[in-house]
Each structure stands twice: as structure tokens, then as C-alpha cells.
């Protein structure tokens, strides 16, 4: 399987706290069978935590991948974020300011969870006007999204705008309200790749085993091939995803 969010960069935010977690992380990814990951620290949170560019951010991602060889762990960590969406994102990105997935034209994007569905539409708008395709991190999580998916998500999916779930939410892991989200959501067909947006090894851990074997059994074997591996494989060859309704 392939994991494009994870928080695995070690302080960098609130996920991985030391070399040490990540590593248990990283162990526990392989386990449940990932084998390639993107870290995805939280990008653009001003005073919080913003991880904009710079050979020093740079540097952590290659200790993080020599961390991963010297234990020996076979997982192939390339290089995220997860650009939560204030102020001009897309000028950010055309200055290389934040970082896509591996260099893509896919940016995994995040919104407030609370923010208003018209100004959403518009920074999505802006961010495929300048060329990228973006990922829009666990739509199923916003309050926008659970008042109204069946307006808000097809028009994203129209858009051209890649949606991707938390493997946590159609197992109820965020309480009731995003698990039936994200049951319609694939019951829609409107959902494109699964990841884990894990935090640590405890909670919110990468283990994506239980999601596969819950999409296995409810939605047949294509629907994990295609959200889990084929669609994330896509994105990192930074070719077009496709739809669940393809399969
Ligand atoms: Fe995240």
C-alpha cells in the first residue's frame, strides 16, 4: 500500500514527537504492508506550525529517510505536506514556498473545520487555475462537508480536485457524525485514496490493515486495490487518478 499522509517527520508538529516514534511509526507501516509513505508534516499554520522551505526542513526529511535505513525498515518515505489553506496558497506553491506530494502537481490541501463552503470553492478554484490538482485532505472531517456532501463533493470531484478519506472515518474512529460522511462518501463513489493521516503509533497510527479488510468486505476487493495503492500510485507518477466507478 501506498500512505500519502502521514505525520511521520519527527517534530515537525503534533505527530511523531522524536526519531524514536517515527521509527515505531514507520516499523508499524511496513507491518500492515505500506511501502511507500509521504510525510506530511502541517504546512502554512502561522505561529503554529509552518514548515515553509528551507534547506533546514530539507535536511530533516533526509535524516528521517537514513533513520529508515540504519533500522533497516524497507519504507520508502518521500517528501509532503499538508498546506492547511490561509491566505494565497497558490502563490505559495508557484514560489516553492510549500511543498506537493513528491513534486507532483498534487498539493495535499486542509481546510478549517469550520470554513465556508464559497471561499473553499474559490482557493480550490485558484489552486487548479495555477496548474496543481489538489488533494483535499478528509473532506468527510469538515462541517461544510457534513451539512451538505451530496452538493459540495461532486462539484470537487468535477472540478478535478482528488479526495482523499482517513482510513479512521468509515470506521467510526471520529465519531458519527464523519463515519456516515465517510460511509456515503464511498457509497457515492466519491472518493478517490485512503491514508492514514496518522499521528503517533497509539492513536491515529498508520496501521491501514483494518481499513483495507473494511473496504474489502464491503465494497469488494477493487475498491482497496484502487484507494489505497492504484490511486496513490497514480498520483506519485503524477498521472490522473480514477473513479471508483471505473473498477
Ligand atoms: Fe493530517
Not at 41 to 49: A, G
Not at 180 to 206: C, E, F, K, N, Y
Request: with cysteine; glycine share 6%.
Amino acid at each position: 500500500m501506498i500512505d500519502l499522509h502521514c505525520h511521520i517527520l519527527p517534530n515537525a508538529d503534533d505527530g511523531s514527537q522524536s526519531p524514536a516514534q517515527s521509527l515505531r511509526m514507520a516499523r508499524m507501516a511496513v507491518r500492515a504492508g505500506v511501502t511507500v509513505m509521504a510525510a506530511t508534516p502541517h504546512t502554512n499554520i502561522p505561529r503554529i506550525f509552518e514548515n515553509y522551505a528551507s534547506e533546514e526542513l530539507d535536511a530533516r526529511f533526509d535524516e528521517l529517510r537514513a533513520l529508515l535505513r540504519q533500522a533497516g525498515i524497507p519504507l520508502d518515505v518521500r517528501r509532503g505536506a499538508e498546506i492547511f489553506c490561509d491566505g494565497d496558497v497558490a502563490d505559495l506553491l508557484r514560489r516553492g514556498a510549500v511543498s506537493t506530494l513528491d513534486g507532483t502537481r498534487y498539493p495535499l490541501v486542509e481546510f478549517s473545520f469550520h470554513d465556508r463552503p464559497m471561499r473553499v470553492l474559490s482557493v480550490l478554484q485558484d489552486l487548479l487555475d495555477a496548474g496543481c490538482c489538489p488533494v483535499i485532505a478528509h473532506p468527510e472531517r469538515y462541517r461544510f462537508v457534513q451539512r451538505d456532501p451530496d452538493g459540495l463533493l461532486p462539484i470537487f470531484a468535477e472540478m478535478g480536485c482528488v479526495l482523499q478519506m482517513n482510513k479512521g472515518s468509515p470506521l467510526g474512529r471520529f465519531g458519527p457524525a464523519v463515519q456516515r460522511t465517510a460511509l456515503r462518501m464511498l457509497d457515492q463513489g466519491l472518493v478517490h485514496i485512503v491514508a492514514s493521516d496518522a499521528h503517533s503509533d497509539l492513536q491515529r497510527t498508520p496501521w491501514l490493515a483494518d481499513c483495507y479488510d473494511f473496504l474489502q468486505e464491503h465494497y469488494g476487493s477493487g475498491c482497496p486495490h484502487l484507494l489505497l495503492e492504484r490511486n496513490p500510485a497514480h498520483i506519485l507518477n503524477d498521472e490522473p487518478v480514477e473513479s471508483v466507478f471505473d473498477i
